[in-house]
């Protein structure tokens, strides 16, 4: 799920979307309720309408961008107390707002409040924040009363696979129709990360959308599928195209480098939304500072990563998973 964190993946818009047959889009309820304003939004019909978007799309819940754009920010059993980014006003922000705002906002899925604790963290602190999730999950569902419009639960508990068995079987008792697993890839490793997620996994409904929240790099997507995630969200294609770095069938390839300079060869054959650019055009536009470059670059990272999971789609109906997965991180891994 690309992430479009103001109303917008950078450098796209929705006839891109329906190019690269994107099934869901984020929206970042942090920055969309300050500017321009959920009311506004929904005078204009809700976030379809504001985007002209017609398909799917989730919001989180602004926790995240409140824990980690805000030194100054206030946590309470209550909720939290943070400072705009934009105009410096103080803001008041409960897991009833987070309900009450991403219902104006009129998003496909909601996500719960929760507490994302730092990397590093004491075992203390991830306790307070799980049990805060837990308590503020229950909250939302209280005042959840849009039909058409799903809440998510957010699983936390750090890389302590106890802590995330625990919080995993709560927030499954209070029946939410997804989940989020939220709190990890924000730097641990991929060896902290595995177990922590399948200990999460393992006590989710299989019949309910389970959500890997912030990962986007395919070592961890095929990985994660493994062990049974079906969602997705990370400005990693993104990012890393604006800075000139594209995903491939081979690896990553920086267009930066001066190698490229004389190449008459696209960034990968097979990738359709770059395959009739030459390396040595793009990393031209990308030395001049083009934003034609940062485009192209973004269609085909994410062309890259949507195709990567219709391949795992395919594997598993195939019965070939497994090989897929050693396959792809014998590149990525």
């Given at each position: 799920?690309?992430?479009?964190?103001r109303?917008?993946?950078?450098?796209l818009?929705?006839?891109?979307?329906?190019?690269?047959?994107?099934?869901?889009?984020l929206?970042?309820t942090?920055?969309?309720?300050?500017?321009?304003?959920?009311?506004?939004?929904?005078?204009l019909?809700?976030?379809?309408?504001?985007?002209?978007w017609?398909?799917h799309?989730?919001?989180?819940?602004?926790?995240?961008?409140v824990?980690?754009?805000?030194?100054?920010?206030k946590?309470?059993?209550?909720?939290?107390?943070f400072?705009?980014?934009y105009?410096?006003?103080?803001?008041?922000?409960?897991?009833?707002?987070?309900?009450?705002?991403?219902?104006?906002?009129?998003?496909?899925?909601?996500?719960a409040?929760?507490?994302?604790?730092?990397?590093?963290?004491?075992?203390?602190?991830?306790?307070q924040?799980?049990?805060?999730?837990?308590?503020w999950?229950?909250r939302?569902?209280?005042?959840?009363?849009?039909?058409?419009?799903?809440?998510?639960g957010?699983?936390?508990?750090?890389v302590?696979?106890?802590?995330?068995?625990?919080?995993?079987?709560?927030?499954?008792?209070?029946?939410?129709?997804?989940?989020?697993?939220?709190?990890?890839?924000?730097?641990?490793?991929?060896?902290?990360?595995?177990?922590?997620?399948?200990?999460?996994?393992?006590?989710l409904?299989?019949?309910r959308?389970?959500?890997?929240?912030g990962?986007?790099?395919?070592?961890?997507?095929v990985?994660?599928?493994?062990?049974?995630?079906?969602?997705?969200?990370?400005v990693?294609?993104?990012?890393?195209?604006?800075?000139?770095?594209?995903?491939?069938?081979?690896?990553?390839?920086?267009?930066r480098?001066?190698?490229?300079?004389?190449?008459?060869?696209?960034?990968?054959?097979?990738?359709?939304?770059?395959?009739?650019?030459?390396?040595?055009?793009?990393?031209?536009?990308?030395?001049?500072?083009?934003?034609?470059?940062?485009?192209?670059?973004t269609?085909h990272?994410?062309?890259?990563?949507?195709?990567?999971?219709?391949?795992?789609?395919?594997?598993?109906?195939d019965g070939?998973?497994?090989?897929?997965?050693?396959?792809?991180?014998?590149?990525?891994?």
């Amino acid at each position: 799920m690309p992430v479009g964190t103001r109303g917008a993946v950078i450098h796209l818009d929705q006839r891109d979307y329906e190019q690269l047959e994107i099934e869901v889009v984020l929206g970042n309820t942090y920055h969309l309720m300050l500017r321009p304003g959920a009311e506004l939004i929904e005078s204009l019909g809700g976030l379809h309408s504001f985007v002209s978007w017609e398909g799917h799309m989730l919001t989180d819940s602004g926790g995240f961008q409140v824990m980690s754009l805000n030194d100054s920010v206030k946590i309470d059993d209550d909720g939290v107390t943070f400072t705009s980014i934009y105009d410096g006003s103080k803001t008041r922000f409960t897991p009833e707002d987070a309900v009450s705002t991403q219902e104006q906002l009129g998003a496909d899925i909601q996500m719960a409040l929760d507490v994302c604790p730092p990397l590093p963290s004491d075992h203390q602190m991830i306790l307070q924040a799980m049990e805060r999730t837990h308590q503020w999950a229950a909250r939302a569902i209280k005042v959840h009363r849009k039909p058409d419009q799903a809440l998510f639960g957010i699983v936390q508990g750090g890389v302590d696979p106890a802590l995330r068995t625990k919080s995993a079987k709560y927030l499954s008792s209070l029946g939410f129709p997804g989940y989020g697993i939220g709190g990890l890839s924000v730097g641990e490793s991929h060896q902290e990360m595995m177990p922590a997620l399948s200990a999460a996994i393992s006590e989710l409904p299989e019949d309910r959308p389970r959500y890997l929240m912030g990962v986007g790099d395919p070592a961890r997507i095929v990985d994660a599928i493994g062990v049974g995630v079906d969602m997705f969200d990370c400005v990693l294609p993104t990012r890393l195209a604006r800075h000139g770095t594209v995903l491939t069938s081979t690896g990553k390839l920086n267009l930066r480098n001066a190698k490229h300079a004389g190449v008459d060869e696209p960034l990968d054959p097979v990738n359709p939304m770059s395959n009739s650019f030459s390396r040595a055009y793009l990393r031209h536009l990308m030395q001049v500072k083009e934003p034609t470059a940062a485009r192209i670059a973004t269609m085909h990272n994410l062309w890259f990563l949507i195709d990567l999971v219709k391949q795992a789609r395919r594997a598993i109906e195939d019965g070939t998973y497994d090989a897929f997965r050693v396959q792809t991180l014998e590149i990525w891994g």
